[in-house]
């Protein structure tokens, strides 16, 4: 089996040029063609003799992964679906896992999505095949777990997407928990920020969790990007019957964490909030989530819920949710409701499970 290419530093990409009898400035070369050209082919990097690019196909393929399907929102909002299940891995073991089964959920297939809104483009990032956090509100938790993308899966999402080139911003809110896959989204975000990959800011990137306490630290102390952090109910019992996570890292564990941290700056901190009827929209959580956030400089977001199959729960009417913000707003937390984007075409949030439709492709 060919090695990818995709993912690679320019360390790694010396070692690769001087095994395929290459000058060690080919690395250079090579980084160029992947990150700045976005080639699929070893072909086309066409400043490497026809002689060196044959011997670096021996052994190493770029290793971009093409889009399978392709529907577009009537706001404009684009899903895209990849085929991932060669690559997918559960922990050391390989798990090429690719059976469909009776929901046409198909195994190892992932899903990102890109929003315009105005002057901005932002993709929607995948990190896992499906997801073991097992959150009840959630399309892809209520699939299960069948693998971490490699570091090649991920940033083939951001090299296959029509809009490639027109990219301004990128989310990690797509399938799976991206710090439960921490060491491939780091490496990914390495050569999204890095001048000898994508050369973008780390402000253009956000990464959401629920909350993995060990891994969110050493995000916290060696990345620069955006944080999201999924809270959706500050009583922890009330919490934990839609988020097994609550039991692990306990959101005010998460959130005393993030104290620690400056966010007075040019990075931000955001918490998720899924609005929920009856469950967690009334007075009591409002006045709850602001005594759990008072002093924190952050920015909560208020989603509607997008329903899902046999879940009970519905989303807050819209009156309910805009004295939700407005009662955080008063206080002092700055609360804003996010637009629903991609219902149509199952892209909104929590509504990603790698399915695979026939009008999906263009």
């Known amino acids: 089996m060919k090695t990818r290419l995709l993912g690679m530093t ?5 070692a690769v040029a001087e095994e395929s009898g290459l000058p060690k400035y ?24 026809k002689e060196g690019r044959a011997r670096l196909s021996e052994r190493y393929v770029t290793g971009v992964s093409g889009y399978s399907a ?72 209520r699939q299960g777990f069948h693998g971490h993308l490699s570091v090649a899966d991920i940033l083939s999402q951001f090299i296959s997407v029509d809009e490639s080139n027109a990219l301004t911003n990128a989310v990690f809110m797509g399938m799976g928990e991206p710090l439960d896959n921490y060491e491939n989204v780091s490496r990914a975000i390495e050569v999204l920020t890095a001048d000898w990959g994508f050369g973008w800011s780390p402000k253009r990137i956000t990464l959401s969790t629920i909350g993995v306490i060990p891994v969110l630290k050493k995000f ?13 109910n500050p009583f922890s019992d009330e919490r934990l019957s839609v988020m097994p996570v609550e039991k692990a890292w306990p959101i005010s564990d998460v959130i005393s964490l993030v104290r620690q941290y400056d966010f007075t700056g040019q990075r931000r901190v955001s918490f998720e909030y899924t609005m929920f009827s009856g469950f967690n929209d009334s007075k009591r959580h409002a006045d709850a989530l602001i005594r759990m956030l008072s002093g924190l400089e952050c920015r909560v977001n208020l989603i509607r819920f997008h329903q899902i199959p046999d879940f009970p729960l519905v989303t807050s009417p819209d009156i309910v949710i805009d004295n939700f913000r407005d009662r955080l707003n008063r206080a002092g937390i700055t609360a804003t409701v996010r637009a629903s984007r991609g219902e149509d075409i199952l892209a909104a949030c929590g509504m990603l499970a790698g399915r695979h439709r026939a009008e999906a492709s263009e």
Not at 26 to 49: C, F, P
Request: charged share 25%; aromatic share 4%; proline share 3%.
């Open 220 to 232: 916290l102390d060696e990345s620069r990007c955006h944080l999201a952090v999924s809270l959706h």
């Open 26 to 49: 080919a690395a250079g070369q090579i980084a160029h063609w992947l990150y700045v050209k976005k080639v699929r082919d070893i072909d086309e990097m066409t400043n490497i003799s």
């Open 10 to 14: 320019p360390d790694e990409l010396k």
């Open 70 to 141: 392709r529907q577009v929102s009537s706001d404009g909002t684009v899903k895209y679906l990849f085929p991932v299940a060669a690559s997918l891995k559960k922990g050391l073991c390989s798990a090429a896992v690719t059976d469909t089964d009776i929901d046409g959920i198909e195994r190892g297939a992932v899903e990102a999505v890109m929003i315009p809104d105005r002057d901005r483009a932002t993709l929607c990032v995948s990190s896992q095949s499906g997801c073991r956090m097992g959150c009840r509100f959630c399309m892809t938790g």
